[in-house]
Every structure is written in structure tokens, then in C-alpha cells.
């Protein structure tokens, strides 16, 4: 079975910080893989699909890289609303999530 | 505007069964797959079952494989999530969600529900 495994599962950071969250693969899912934004007590957002496409609407300090089994997520320039806890997901077949990365204030 | 509202939840013993429901609205339901996706308290995203836009295939996670049964009403535009032999296990916010594919087999979830609370608790 695959395996998504989240790094860090928690990161401490400023406004205005460059933030990278790196989702790893057990093995190779091409570019199906997607990331979301949580934040307490609401359903998660969508941000990315197919590794580096920006959902409609989502600001474009958010990016993601990768594919085959490592991907990213950057945060360019954290901001206040961007404290939140972020899962990547594989989305082929079997729909499968990282265990998640929460972002905190520093 | 694309709306997904869960109901259902609630308190239900171990051992129990409950009905979770799903009102869409904004879209065409039967033309979209739709999945169940929960989170324990505290805890990450689960996948939970999937049942495709004419409702003629399913699949479920291996950890309800049996107890639940996911099922949809494109008349009534309502997605179904009927769990039973419930556990404390299964205690979580349960969430509908859209699926929207590209490339012919990549999906993300682009809606999703507020979620509805299950709570298995004697």
C-alpha cells in the first residue's frame, strides 16, 4: 500500500517567512497529488491539484513541485490567515492523505 | 454556488447505526462521484467510501468494509453514508465532498461539506 508521510509535521514560523512543506510518496504517483489548507473547526480547502496547478482563487504565495514521490508546498511570504494545518493527498485511486503539517506562529 | 450539507450526526452507542445525509445543491449532483472523508478529534484526514455519479460502483475503506454502506439519490440530489456496528473508532466529523477529475483519472476535492459530527459513546 502506499504511504504519504508529511514533513515537518510542524513548523514554527513569521509573517512574511518562506515556507516549504515537503509530502513524500512510498512510491511513484506521477502528478496525482493535491494539497489542502485546514483551519479549526472548518473543512479543509483545496490550494493545489495535479502537483503544481493553483486552484481558482487561491492566492499565488502558494506553489507546489514535485512529482513521481517527492512534492512540496512553498509558502513565498507567510501571512497572518495562513496559520493552518496542511495535508497533501494522493489523488489516484485510492484517496490517501498525509498525516499533516501545522503551521504556527513563531 | 455549489452547497454540500451534511445532517445525521450525533450520539450513538457502540455497536450502533446512524445515517449521515448529504444535500447538494449549485450543481449537477448526478453528473459527480462523491466521497466521505471523516476526521477523528484531534487527528487527520480519513478517506471514509466512494460512490460514483450513477451510483453504480462503490468502495469503501478497509476499516468499514462491511459496516458501511454509501449509496446516493440523484432525485433528490442527497448523498447517503449508512454506518453501522459502529465503534468508538469511527468517532469523528464526517465530511461529503466533490470529486472533480482531470487527466482521466486524477481527482481532487474541490467542495466540501461543514461536516457532521459522529460521536460513539456509551
Known amino acids: 500500500d502506499i504511504q504519504m508521510t508529511q514533513s515537518p509535521s510542524s513548523v514554527s514560523a513569521s509573517v512574511g517567512d518562506r515556507v516549504t512543506i515537503t509530502c513524500r510518496a512510498s512510491?511513484?504517483?506521477?502528478?496525482?497529488l493535491a494539497w489542502y489548507q485546514q483551519k479549526p473547526g472548518k473543512a479543509p480547502k483545496l490550494l493545489i491539484y495535479?502537483?503544481?496547478s493553483l486552484q481558482s482563487g487561491v492566492p499565488s504565495r502558494f506553489s507546489g513541485s514535485g512529482s513521481g514521490t517527492d512534492f512540496t508546498l512553498t509558502i513565498s511570504s507567510l501571512q497572518p490567515e495562513d496559520f493552518a494545518t496542511y495535508y497533501c493527498?494522493?489523488?489516484?485511486?485510492?484517496?490517501?492523505f498525509g498525516g499533516g503539517t501545522k503551521v504556527e506562529i513563531k | 454556488e455549489v452547497q454540500l450539507v451534511e445532517s445525521g450526526g450525533g450520539l450513538v452507542q457502540p455497536g450502533g447505526s446512524l445515517r449521515l445525509s448529504c444535500a447538494a445543491s449549485?450543481?449537477?449532483?448526478?453528473?459527480?462521484?462523491m466521497h466521505w472523508v471523516r476526521q477523528a478529534p484531534g487527528k487527520g484526514l480519513e478517506y471514509v467510501s466512494a460512490?460514483?455519479?450513477?451510483?453504480?460502483?462503490?468502495y469503501y475503506a478497509n476499516s468499514v468494509k462491511g459496516r458501511f454502506t454509501i449509496s446516493r439519490d440523484n432525485s433528490k440530489n442527497t448523498l447517503y453514508l449508512q454506518m453501522g456496528s459502529l465503534r468508538a473508532e469511527d468517532m469523528a466529523v464526517y465530511y461529503c465532498?466533490?470529486?472533480?477529475?482531470?487527466?482521466?483519472?486524477?481527482?481532487?476535492?474541490?467542495?466540501w461539506g461543514q461536516g457532521t459530527l459522529v460521536t460513539v459513546s456509551s
Open positions: 465532498a466533490r470529486v472533480n477529475y482531470y487527466d482521466s483519472s486524477g481527482y481532487y476535492y474541490e467542495y
Open positions: 449549485g450543481f449537477t449532483f448526478s453528473s459527480y462521484a
Open positions: 460512490i460514483s455519479s450513477n451510483g453504480g460502483s462503490t
Open positions: 512510491q511513484g504517483i506521477s502528478s496525482w
Open positions: 495535479a502537483a503544481s
Open positions: 493527498q494522493q489523488a489516484n485511486s485510492f484517496p490517501l
